[in-house]
């Protein structure tokens, strides 16, 4: 009779062990999209554990905006709801595109992109793969592609990975972005499940014969997810092309200053391919959404399995 009455006991306590959702260490803004007809950005963020593990369950809750600043001198205020609780991905294929431009000489001298692509490439798991290319003008691309140099197809192996990485990181020639874009549409059809071009670039397009129309159409019909990293000064540089790309195919956008912070956006598109959650924020500028160039800066508040976290976000339309 013990045996019948503890063993069930037991097994319901171990049962009911399972279902506890781990409270998270931190978390990670991993990127966001813009809609400039709402005025609103949908922020990516993960949590992650104490080794920044990213985790797989978890409430997200009392989402709040604040500390709020903009361009100018108007007035802005933000409204912030949960657009999405956390959502689990598949097993990855990410096609990782590096510009190889001349640029990328100044904007990047000491190859801090091969660096953080190396890290992207160590987070992987053993049902993960990757494939690398590089772009621009000078070099030919593989065939039948037309802007990429395909260094390696995809895989598992981290050790081939990474010489691929080296290969793609040099500089040289002009900048054919979106026909790069379009073809790594074409590489990444052939795979199955969690689909995403990871796309590196410093500049604005000047050579290619695909236009950001046609290839966001391209990888949207595709069901392909476009991770876009801007290297250079958002408030200079003219990056609505790459948002909206990142928008119209489910994808992300972030940017860096310079090259230092490539990790931590190499991070943050890493996490998001794992799991993730969604807080959207609508702002109003002077009782408007936001016109074209505005720059907002502010935190985003929020609980996650009941812990307060909060995340500074800097977002042009």
Do not use: H
């Not at 400039?36 to 993960?46: D, K, V, W």
């Amino acid at each position: 009779m013990k045996k019948t009455f503890w063993l069930p006991l037991l097994l319901l306590v171990s049962a009911c062990g399972t279902q506890v959702n781990p409270i998270p260490s931190k978390v990670s803004l991993n990127g966001y999209t813009v809609n400039r007809s709402e005025g609103s950005a949908s922020f990516n963020l993960s949590a992650l554990d104490a080794n920044g593990s990213v985790l797989t369950t978890g409430k997200v809750e009392n989402p709040g905006v604040n500390n709020l600043k903009v361009s100018g001198s108007a007035n802005v205020v933000g409204t912030a709801t949960i657009c999405g609780q956390i959502s689990v991905q598949e097993a990855l294929s990410c096609l990782i595109t590096l510009d190889s431009t001349g640029s990328m000489s100044s904007t990047d001298p000491d190859q801090k992109r091969r660096d953080a692509a190396r890290a992207f490439v160590g987070r992987m798991t053993s049902s993960d793969q990757a494939a690398v290319a590089s772009f621009d003008t000078s070099t030919s691309p593989t065939s039948p592609y037309l802007a990429i140099r395909l260094w390696q197809g995809f895989t598992a192996d981290k050790s081939l990975l990474d010489t691929a990485i080296d290969q793609a990181t040099f500089a040289s020639g002009g900048t054919n972005l979106w026909d790069a874009v379009y073809d790594g549409v074409d590489l990444l059809k052939a795979k199955n499940g969690n689909r995403v071009e990871l796309v590196l670039t410093d500049g604005e397009d000047n050579s290619s014969i695909k236009t950001s129309y046609e290839a966001s159409n391209y990888a949207a019909a595709s069901g392909i997810k476009v991770y876009m990293v801007g290297l250079g000064d958002p408030s200079s540089l003219d990056f609505t092309r790459m948002q909206n790309v990142a928008a119209a195919t489910g994808g992300l956008f972030a940017a860096a200053s310079d090259a230092s912070g490539l990790q931590a956006l190499f991070d943050g598109m890493f996490n998001a391919t794992k799991a993730s959650f969604c807080i959207k924020v609508i702002f109003l500028v002077s009782g408007k959404p936001p016109t074209a160039g505005t720059r907002i800066t502010g935190t985003l508040t929020f609980q996650v399995s009941g812990k307060p976290f909060s995340t500074d976000f800097d977002v042009v339309f």
